[in-house]
Every structure is written in structure tokens, then in C-alpha cells.
């Protein structure tokens, strides 16, 4: 009997410390980091991401971001043949400072831990696009427009070596 009684307490106590089990990080401990967050374009719809490595030491300065040359490992020799994948995705920048916002060529569809989209990686490789007449530099918001925009000849567009790490944020913000 007195066996029974403790074996029923036993599993009392053990099924009760299951039930106070939580599905919370235990590395979370409410600290909180600040980071510059930045707007870009993709599709005609603005996004939120940060940058957080970059590969070049001048773009990591400005980007406030830190300096992570072995990113460059990444980038695929060129020209890379159709069937070479490679994690990382199109990132426009526009160095002479027409548009303050760059321009992303995929995003998490949707965003957040739901996504499907198997394309999307947050790292980058930057191509800079420059305007043959700075007077004539108008917003660009997509690839699509990018695109247009070096057929019409209004721009160049040059692959870089630089790749950055700017995952795009799954929130919009006041959310």
C-alpha cells in the first residue's frame, strides 16, 4: 500500500512538472540589441531589413555592420552556368546616392516563419546601379524596373564581390 502511495506521488510529481514544461528560449532573457533598420524596395512594396556582416570593410563602416570578408567565399565563379546554385540572391545599390533605397530581388513570401518561398536568403550580392544622367535618376522599386531602366540605357548595372547579410525583418513596424 504504502508502496502504491508513493509510486501514485511519484507520478503525481512527475506529471506535474511536464505540465509546467514551456516552450520558451532559454537563451532569451529579455535583453534587447539596437540595430539600424533600413528600407528597401521589392516589387513596388516597401520591406524592412537590417544588415548585420558584410564582406567589404568600407560598406561594412557605412553599414554599421561588421566586417566579415570570409562572406566572399560565397560568390561563384563567373560566368556561373544556369544550373550552379548558390545562396545568395540580388541585392541593387545605388552608390552615388540617387536613391537612398535599395532594391531586393526576392523576400520571404510571406514573411515570417510561414514562408514557402524557396528562393529567398538573406544573403546578398550587391550589384551597383548607376544613372547615366544623374538629372534623369527617378525612384526605381523593383528589378523589373531596374531592368527597364538599362534597356532604355538610363542605367548601369554592375555585379559586384561584395555580399552582405541583411536579413529582411517579419514585421512591419507599429506592429
Same mark, same amino acid.
Given at each position: 500500500?504504502?508502496?502504491?502511495?508513493?509510486?501514485?506521488?511519484?507520478?503525481?510529481?512527475?506529471?506535474?512538472?511536464?505540465?509546467?514544461?514551456? #516552450?520558451?528560449?532559454?537563451?532569451?532573457?529579455?535583453?534587447?540589441?539596437?540595430?539600424?533598420?533600413?528600407?528597401?524596395?521589392?516589387?513596388?512594396?516597401?520591406?524592412?531589413?537590417?544588415?548585420?556582416?558584410?564582406?567589404?570593410?568600407?560598406?561594412?563602416?557605412?553599414?554599421?555592420?561588421?566586417?566579415?570578408?570570409?562572406?566572399?567565399?560565397? =560568390?561563384?565563379?563567373? /560566368?556561373?552556368?544556369?544550373? =550552379?546554385?548558390?545562396?545568395?540572391?540580388?541585392?541593387?545599390?545605388?552608390?552615388?546616392?540617387?536613391?537612398?533605397?535599395?532594391?531586393?530581388?526576392? =523576400? /520571404?513570401?510571406?514573411?515570417?516563419?510561414?514562408?514557402?518561398?524557396?528562393?529567398?536568403? /538573406?544573403?546578398?550580392?550587391?550589384?551597383?546601379?548607376?544613372?547615366?544622367?544623374?538629372?534623369?535618376?527617378?525612384?526605381?522599386?523593383?528589378?523589373?524596373? #531596374?531592368?527597364?531602366?538599362?534597356?532604355?540605357?538610363?542605367?548601369?548595372?554592375?555585379?559586384?564581390? #561584395? =555580399?552582405?547579410?541583411?536579413?529582411?525583418?517579419?514585421?512591419?513596424?507599429?506592429?
Amino acid at each position: 500500500m504504502l508502496r502504491r502511495c508513493l509510486l501514485g506521488l511519484a507520478t503525481a510529481f512527475f506529471l506535474s512538472a511536464c505540465s509546467s514544461y514551456s #516552450i520558451q528560449n532559454p537563451q532569451v532573457k529579455g535583453d534587447t540589441v539596437s540595430l539600424p533598420l533600413l528600407h528597401g524596395w521589392h516589387d513596388d512594396q516597401e520591406v524592412l531589413y537590417i544588415t548585420t556582416d558584410v564582406s567589404d570593410q568600407a560598406v561594412a563602416r557605412a553599414k554599421q555592420a561588421n566586417y566579415a570578408p570570409r562572406l566572399r567565399d560565397a =560568390v561563384p565563379n563567373y /560566368p556561373k552556368p544556369p544550373q =550552379v546554385k548558390t545562396v545568395l540572391e540580388r541585392v541593387y545599390a545605388f552608390p552615388n546616392k540617387e536613391q537612398a533605397w535599395s532594391v531586393f530581388a526576392s =523576400v /520571404p513570401q510571406p514573411l515570417g516563419h510561414l514562408s514557402k518561398d524557396t528562393h529567398y536568403s /538573406p544573403l546578398w550580392l550587391m550589384y551597383v546601379v548607376v544613372w547615366k544622367d544623374p538629372i534623369q535618376a527617378q525612384e526605381l522599386t523593383s528589378e523589373e524596373a #531596374i531592368f527597364v531602366a538599362e534597356d532604355q540605357g538610363l542605367v548601369t548595372i554592375e555585379r559586384t564581390d #561584395i =555580399v552582405l547579410n541583411c536579413p529582411v525583418i517579419p514585421f512591419a513596424l507599429g506592429a
